[in-house]
């Protein structure tokens, strides 16, 4: 697993939003939250740590049950009347 100060693997960021590694791989392909970086090799997808307040507020606002395409038109414009 590569080592990079700046950067959480998936399980990490999973344990610290309380996502599942299942819902950020989906939520990667769906772009709604892309990992910062995909390592080539093996295909390890590395965070940002300000990602994890961003995982963090997906999942409040899966909970509050916003549809996807909802939250990701609020992440891009975190200004909006709706964010």
Do not use: C, F, W
Not at 13 to 40: N, Q, W
């Amino acid at each position: 697993m590569p080592d990079a100060p700046d950067r959480l693997t998936i399980g990490q960021v999973s344990r610290l939003s309380g996502l599942t590694t299942r819902a950020l791989r989906h939520y990667d392909k769906l772009g709604v939250l892309r990992p910062a970086e995909v390592s080539d090799g093996n295909g390890y997808r590395l965070y940002d740590r300000d990602q994890v307040e961003t995982a963090r507020h997906i999942r409040v606002l899966r909970e509050l049950e916003v549809p996807l395409d909802e939250i990701r038109r609020i992440l891009a414009d975190p200004g909006s009347a709706d964010a």
